[in-house]
């Protein structure tokens, strides 16, 4: 699929094609990409699809449409999409029933650490609750994530309270095309040169580690840094 068409979907239908031909995932988890490792899993939506506060540069430069893997390249039966159409679907549509797929899935997957959202971001208050709700039962998991929804005024309070339970960290990602700063009592996560310079570059794209699980700054709950990131090129 070309990206202009992938772009142009119509959301539901396309959603409505995939949760009809395809059974129901158990789990959510994919399996950690090259810079996260084997070790990370994320759970993962529909990019640009399913970013209500997406910018200017994302839309440029979208990790989840321009790099390699690009969803929208993977055959509809993939594991990636059928996985991202239904948490698509579940997260507007019924949000009780995500929360028991993400317990599930935080108790059976085999994984612990988790990253919410390779590709896709925050979208409705219910899919936040199912989280807090899931996460407070699974004590024995780290989840972390990037999000532009705190851009989102009806969602940055839920996002406030899940960036708050203790085994979650989140950060504010910002770039230079967006008109508003991040919340002062936020972690930011953004790109060198676009913000304010202030925090750690990636030590993974700096060539220092292999991948997150060998640096572990973007869960670990002590490290209070913002993260800078270079472009993807
Ligand atoms: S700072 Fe560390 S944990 Fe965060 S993205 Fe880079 S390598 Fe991964």
Redesign the pocket.
């Known amino acids: 699929m070309k990206i202009s068409k992938y772009l142009s979907l119509d959301k539901e239908e396309f959603i409505k094609k995939i949760i009809t031909t395809y059974p129901e995932p158990e789990t959510l988890e994919i399996v950690g990409n090259r810079?996260?490792g084997k070790a990370i899993a994320h759970i993962s939506g529909l990019p640009y699809h399913d970013c209500p506060s997406k910018s200017e540069w994302c839309m440029k430069k979208c990790y989840g449409i321009y790099n390699n893997r690009k969803i929208f390249n993977c055959s509809e039966k993939s594991n990636l999409m059928v996985k991202a159409a239904y948490y698509s679907h579940l997260s507007n549509t019924n949000p009780e029933k995500l929360s028991k797929v993400l317990i599930r899935t935080f108790n059976k997957s085999g994984y612990y650490i988790f990253r919410i959202h390779v590709d896709g971001d925050f979208f409705t208050v219910g899919q936040i609750e199912a989280y807090i709700s899931a996460i407070k039962r699974c004590k024995h998991v780290k989840v972390?994530f990037f999000t532009r929804s705190w851009n989102n005024s009806e969602l940055l309070p839920y996002l406030n309270k899940l960036k708050s339970l203790p085994n979650v960290k989140g950060f504010a990602s910002v770039d230079f095309s967006m008109d508003k700063q991040p919340p002062s009592d936020w972690l930011s996560a953004s790109i060198v040169g676009h913000f304010n310079n202030v925090g750690?570059v990636?030590?993974?794209?700096l060539k220092k580690?292999e991948?997150?699980i060998?640096?572990?700054?973007?869960?670990n709950k002590r490290i209070n840094k913002n993260?800078l990131?270079f472009e993807h090129s």
């Open positions: 810079k996260l972390f750690i990636c030590p993974e794209q580690v991948n997150c060998r640096c572990g700054i973007c869960f993260i990131f």
